[in-house]
T-cell receptor, first 113, second 115 residues
Framework: GDSVTQMEGPVTLSEEAFLTINCTYTATGYPSLFWYVQYPGEGLQLLLKATKADDKGSNKGFEATYRKETTSFHLEKGSVQVSDSAVYFCALSDRTNAGKSTFGDGTTLTVKP | SQTIHQWPATLVQPVGSPLSLECTVEGTSNPNLYWYRQAAGRGLQLLFYSVGIGQISSEVPQNLSASRPQDRQFILSSKKLLLSDSGFYLC??????????????FGEGSRLTVL
């Protein structure tokens, strides 16, 4: 079945540091890939997405590129802020799988001033 | 615009008591609906999903059940809670069919503590 593996946390960075959270996937079909963010005590919200190979999703300074050859979708940001502290989930969605999404275990990011 | 609401936001229940969490979606029709559970410090576990009224698929055997009495209403229930049912429960919806982008839209979450 489909699976998503993302970098284990927690990750602690200083403000303005560079962020990378690795994500790799296995899927039988042609999935869309997503990064969701969860702020403390809240539900998840979409951060960015890519629907086909070589697409780059971007939002709020975060970027991720759909790499089919390496089955990866790594999340990056050039300069993190304290307000970026949250849990980040990589996920895939395959329309052939009854509309179900598969999530990674989440990576907790803490940014210190 | 579409919105999703779930309630209650916080619930503290004794072991053996019943549970009912409710989720409603507004501004769309015939959505796919999902219940996830997030244990402390862990990822998301899909519990149930529904592609239409009265159609429920269970992902894991457990002490919980789900129902979809109306198109945009999804209910998570239990007759007798266990300690292991504690967690953060998330309802989500997704557009159906040709409008589907694969994106999930999540509610605010319901934190359940079973004592």
């Amino acid at each position: 079945g489909d699976s998503v593996t993302q970098m284990e946390g927690p990750v602690t960075l200083s403000e303005e540091a560079f962020l990378t959270i690795n994500c790799t996937y296995t899927a039988t079909g042609y999935p869309s890939l997503f990064w969701y963010v969860q702020y403390p005590g809240e539900g998840l919200q979409l951060l960015l997405k890519a629907t086909k190979a070589d697409d780059k999703g971007s939002n709020k300074g975060f970027e991720a590129t759909y790499r089919k050859e390496t089955t990866s979708f790594h999340l990056e940001k050039g300069s993190v802020q304290v307000s970026d502290s949250a849990v980040y989930f990589c996920a895939l969605s395959d329309r052939t799988n009854a509309g179900k999404s598969t999530f990674g275990d989440g990576t907790t990011l803490t940014v210190k001033p | 615009s579409q919105t999703i609401h779930q309630w209650p936001a916080t619930l503290v229940q004794p072991v053996g008591s019943p549970l009912s969490l409710e989720c409603t979606v507004e501004g769309t029709s015939n959505p796919n609906l999902y219940w996830y559970r997030q244990a402390a410090g862990r990822g998301l576990q899909l519990l149930f999903y529904s592609v239409g009224i009265g159609q429920i698929s269970s992902e894991v055997p457990q002490n919980l059940s789900a129902s979809r009495p109306q198109d945009r209403q999804f209910i998570l229930s239990s007759k007798k809670l266990l300690l292991s049912d504690s967690g953060f429960y998330l309802c989500a919806w997704r557009r159906e069919g040709g409008w589907d982008t694969g994106e999930l839209f999540f509610g605010e979450g319901s934190r359940l503590t079973v004592l």
